[in-house]
Each structure stands twice: as structure tokens, then as C-alpha cells.
């Protein structure tokens, strides 16, 4: 069964330029949840799909956006780039998002380096 | 708020020697305790879990027990192998908020021969 796959891995932009990263989840997974990932945050939440619609979002800016389609595949979108959005953007799928307990998989992410 | 605080790295250790990595939690419902470990230029994967108080998940030699009156899920293996090197991410996911899952900020180890 194939994993969880995330285009582009790599890729550099220049600041003011804005980004998409897309996301195929794991196969018959629905839910889909990005994460940011820095050396000095960390990992943080920036939100979840399931069933085409956002379930839960983290705590940034509306520059981050993101949607999932009918296939359950996503994307998510950074406009106006910030040196800070320098990251590893690691996308997540799960079978289910109402129950507690799930499990979540990880892609192998996304280094975006802005300059 | 929901967070996860987990033992500050980075850790060194000599091959076969015992590894134990802690970690603790606040939450505002009822958890479930994640493990993940990633390795160098990859994605995070599954460890271990407990969904339930005193659950102990367990894989490949790794364990950890959930103790809610100690809000811990202190991770731990007996023989550490150099193929152990790696980040290890204590997270939990609470209930009602779907899979929005909070990091431990990680634990860096190397294993040497």
C-alpha cells in the first residue's frame, strides 16, 4: 500500500512569491492534516481536511490556506512568503477524523526554503 | 491548553545501553499518547500508542506506559542499536479535536558502535 506522498520535496522561492505543496493520502484515508516543522517551533498544527471540508486549524496567519478534494488529496497555499515560512511542511492521513485514538502517517514533507 | 513536554536532547549512547526518554503532558480531555521517530530527511513514523490509562504501547523493543496520575508517557528500550539513531516526538491527540496531534519538541539520539 503506498504511503502518503508529498510534491514537491524540495523547492526554494523568493519572498512576496506564494507557494503550493499538494498532498495524495494514504489509500481510503479521508482525512488529511498539515504540519509546519522548524528548529525553533517545532511541529505545529496548521489544520485538518476530512470530507472536503476544514475541521480544525491551527494558530496562523491567513496567509496559510489549504483544501481538500473529492478524492481526498490536498493542497495547501502560502501567499505572500516570509523568510519565516522557511520550513518542512509535513501532510498527514488518517482514516477517520470523528473518533479519538487515530493514528496519524506522515509524508516524507516538503523543505521549502524562501530567500 | 493541550502541550507536551519531553526530555531535552541531544542524547549519545554506546550501543546496548539502556535509553529512557521522558515525557509528560497537559490536557484538557483524555489523551491519547503517540511516539513517533523520524529519521534524517524523512517524514515522521509511528512508534507506539496508548489510547487509555495504563495502556502500555510496545514495538520493536520500545516501551512506554500511560499514567494519567502522572500525566507520563515515559519511553524507554532495554539495548539500544546504532540503527536507533534518531528524533523521537512524544505527542498526544485529545479528544474532540479530530487528528490536530501536539509535538514534544523532540529528542535527538546517536547510538555509537
Known amino acids: 500500500k503506498a504511503g502518503v506522498t508529498q510534491t514537491p520535496r524540495y523547492l526554494i522561492k523568493t519572498r512576496g512569491q506564494q507557494v503550493t505543496l499538494s498532498c495524495s493520502p494514504i489509500?481510503?484515508?479521508?482525512?488529511v492534516s498539515w504540519y509546519q516543522q522548524t528548529p525553533g517551533q517545532g511541529l505545529q498544527f496548521l489544520f485538518e481536511?476530512?470530507?472536503?471540508?476544514?475541521?480544525n486549524k491551527g494558530n496562523f496567519p491567513g496567509r496559510f490556506s489549504g483544501r481538500q478534494f473529492s478524492n481526498s488529496r490536498s493542497e495547501m497555499n502560502v501567499s505572500t512568503l516570509e523568510l519565516g515560512d522557511s520550513a518542512l511542511y509535513l501532510c498527514?492521513?488518517?482514516?477517520?477524523?470523528?473518533?479519538?485514538?487515530?493514528?496519524?502517517?506522515f509524508g516524507e514533507g516538503s523543505w521549502l526554503t524562501v530567500v | 491548553g493541550d502541550s507536551v513536554t519531553q526530555m531535552e536532547g541531544p542524547v549519545t549512547l554506546s550501543e546496548e545501553a539502556f535509553l529512557t526518554i521522558n515525557c509528560t503532558y497537559t490536557?484538557?480531555?483524555?489523551?491519547?499518547l503517540f511516539w513517533y521517530v523520524q529519521y534524517p530527511g524523512e517524514g515522521l513514523q509511528l512508534l507506539l500508542k496508548?489510547?487509555?490509562?495504563?495502556d502500555k504501547g510496545s514495538n520493536k523493543g520500545f516501551e512506554a506506559t500511560y499514567r494519567k496520575e502522572t500525566t507520563s508517557f515515559h519511553f524507554d528500550k532495554g539495548s539500544v542499536q546504532v540503527s536507533d539513531s534518531a528524533v523521537y516526538f512524544c505527542?498526544?491527540?485529545?479528544?474532540?479535536?479530530?487528528?490536530?496531534?501536539?509535538f514534544g519538541t523532540g529528542t535527538s539520539l546517536t547510538v555509537i558502535p
Open positions: 498527514a492521513s488518517s482514516l477517520d477524523f470523528s473518533t479519538s485514538g487515530n493514528t496519524i502517517y
Open positions: 489509500s481510503g484515508h479521508r482525512s
Open positions: 481536511y476530512f470530507s472536503e471540508t476544514q475541521r
Open positions: 490536557a484538557t480531555g483524555y489523551p491519547s
Open positions: 496508548a489510547t487509555k490509562a495504563d
Open positions: 505527542a498526544l491527540s485529545d479528544a474532540g479535536t479530530g487528528n490536530q496531534f501536539y
